[in-house]
């Protein structure tokens, strides 16, 4: 809708009024689902951002190789998971 009148209460006469309006409430739905989208990528990417800095912790604070090995390669595995994410989001989420 636009304005404060019902969508087909002006435009009943003139499909091209009818049609350009259902196309900009379509491209307004469009920019607000990939600024969502954008904003809860962003939000999963911090928290990915803080189990990979849990795990250097984690890999930091044992005393046994075997497990800090194993503790850093999960962080560089949840970084790797991040990066990836990142271009997804970069690639087809743009406006």
């Known amino acids: 809708m636009t304005g404060d009148t019902p969508m087909g209460s002006n435009m009943a006469g003139d499909p091209q009024l009818l049609v350009a309006?259902?196309?900009?409430?379509?491209?307004?739905?469009?920019?607000?689902?990939?600024?969502?989208?954008?904003?809860?990528?962003?939000?999963?990417?911090?928290?990915?951002?803080?189990?990979?800095?849990?795990?250097?912790k984690l890999a930091d604070a044992t005393e046994a190789d075997w497990l800090k090995a194993v503790f850093r390669a999960q962080g560089n595995a949840t970084r790797d998971l991040l990066a990836v994410h990142r271009r997804f989001a970069d690639q087809f989420l743009k406006p």
């Open 21 to 56: 309006s259902f196309m900009e409430q379509h491209e307004q739905m469009l920019t607000a689902s990939r600024q969502v989208c954008r904003e809860v990528l962003e939000t999963y990417g911090r928290s990915l951002t803080a189990v990979a800095d849990a795990q250097d």
